[in-house]
């Protein structure tokens, strides 16, 4: 079992930055691929990157590359999302998940997601 807490949604303005957070928990969390997801109302949930837990290995989704980063730190169990120049269009529900990939089917742990707003 793998136990996922984000952290650090909020509002900001389109251009400003933000750093999400996820608590991971779990004996095997080590096994997974952690990744970020977003689903905005009425839309599918979409890929936004992931980092592998062992080597730190990085993916990202062509929308978001060289904006935001995805990190981990194995000492806090945590993994992280700095997200910069932010649009409007971003704005969803952003949400850790621990599996493979990227398709959100592909994941069998989430966590309850964090908000970001981006304002125009």
């Known amino acids: 079992q793998v136990q996922l807490v984000e952290s650090g949604g909020g509002l900001v303005q389109a251009g400003d930055s933000l750093r999400v957070s996820c608590a991971v928990s779990?004996?095997?969390?080590?096994?997974?691929?952690m990744a970020w997801f977003r689903q905005a109302p009425g839309k599918e949930r979409e890929f936004v990157a992931y980092?592998?837990?062992?080597?730190?290995?990085?993916e990202y989704a062509d929308s978001v590359k060289g904006r935001f980063t995805i990190s981990r730190d194995v000492v806090k169990n945590t993994v992280y999302l700095q997200m910069n120049s932010l649009k409007p269009e971003e704005t969803a529900v952003y949400y850790c998940?621990?599996?493979?990939?990227?398709?959100?089917?592909?994941?069998?742990?989430w966590g309850q997601g964090t908000q970001v707003t981006v304002s125009s």
């Open positions: 980092i592998t837990w062992i080597a730190g290995t990085t």
């Open positions: 998940a621990a599996g493979q990939g990227r398709d959100y089917r592909s994941y069998d742990y």
């Open positions: 779990g004996r095997t969390a080590w096994r997974y691929t």
